[in-house]
């Protein structure tokens, strides 16, 4: 099969950090484009960085990204590994693990390594870059927070499955008359947590970036019932923190969080349940968010950053991360997200969105 001509010719493609739906069809689109359009030959690196330093690698063929387009999960494994943050008070893994992968790079004959994964992933990419490697980074996260892109794919299968947990539990709440306060993924972004809520009509949002005050949640929800609406769902981040916690010190706020519930959904509940004397359950929605096929909007985005991606490889444009930039795919130099984490904006038009609709986003 006649090729068009790559400055790339051997690329190695890992994908890093927590798992969301979407990755696979980004897989399929970098090497389907590489392979058919430009002959490239592709490594697949298991289980993120991890695999660059243990080695664990295998050459991808046409028949390991066919029919994955639809599949969740990855099909190169993922890991948490972070070469970059040394694991003990001694630096020396950290320059083990870094001249380890710059070495099966190198002994591989890599052009270029692509990897798909957060602000982690791409951080390292970038550090890796600045080491002398050639890098690519594809932005994908259900979180939805990683600077230079407007959109990550994996969020919106994470949304469809956030709002669809929260219309169910309407019923169930309305049916009983409770509060149920449901904890949705996002440590340190609340991005999910504001589109779930706002899509599934949560009557309280909480998010990480705005600490919440639990009289003005308590004070929302006995207005509602005093207007005869019995049941209140609480839509939580579980990164979403209270003023109170927000004043202590790290130790102070780790004790107080083992002493007040495993996570803030309980600890939301709890309060809710001791200031208004209302009955109030939590329901945590955990890794459900991650799992699973993709939505058709995150195939479609997947696809295009995973062809753009690969078309980077071919004109030899290293040191880049495709993005969604409005309604087009661009790039972003690699740079751009290092270290960094994006967050709702106080003046977010969704912000005003819920508020305008009568929700309750934890503060005055
Ligand atoms: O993928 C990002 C994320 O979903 C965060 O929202 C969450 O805090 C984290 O992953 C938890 O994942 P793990 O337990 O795999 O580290």
Known sequence: MATAKSVTKKFGILTAGGDCPGLNAAIRGVCRTAHDRYGM????????????????????????????????????GSSREKPFTPTSDKDDDVTDKVSAIKDTYAKLGLDCLVVLGGNGTNTTGYKLSREGLNVIGLPKTIDNDIFGTDKTFGFDSALTIGTEAIDRLHSTAQSHSRIIVIELMGHKAGWLALYAGLAGGGDVILLPEFPYDIRVISRHLEKRAKSGRMFSIVVA????????????????????????????????????????????????????????????????????????????????????????????????????????????????????????????????
């Not at 107080?256 to 495993?262: M, S």
């Not at 997947?302 to 062809?307: C, F, I, Q």
């Not at 495709?322 to 972003?332: F, K, N, W, Y």
């Not at 130099?333 to 912000?351: A, Q, R």
């Open 41 to 76: 030959e592709i490594v697949g690196i298991a289980n993120g960085f991890r695999g660059l330093i243990d080695e664990d690698v295998r050459i991808l063929k046409p028949e390991d990204f066919t029919g994955i387009l639809t599949r969740g999960g990855t099909i190169l």
């Open 237 to 364: 981040a579980e990164g979403a923190i209270s003023v109170k916690e927000s004043e202590m010190d790290k130790k102070d706020r780790k004790k107080f969080r083992a002493e007040n519930g495993p996570s803030v959904a309980y600890r939301v509940a709890q309060k809710i349940n001791e200031d208004t004397g209302m009955e109030t359950r939590a329901t945590v929605l955990g890794y459900v968010q991650r799992g699973g096929i993709p939505s058709a909007s995150d195939r479609i985005l997947a696809t295009s950053l995973g062809t753009a991606a690969a078309e980077l490889l071919a004109k030899g444009q290293y040191g880049r991360m495709v993005a969604l930039q409005g309604d087009a795919i661009g790039s972003v130099d690699l740079s751009i997200p290092e270290g960094k984490v994006k967050n709702v904006p106080n003046d977010h038009y969704m912000i005003d969105t819920a508020k305008a609709v009568g929700t309750c986003m934890g503060f005055e």
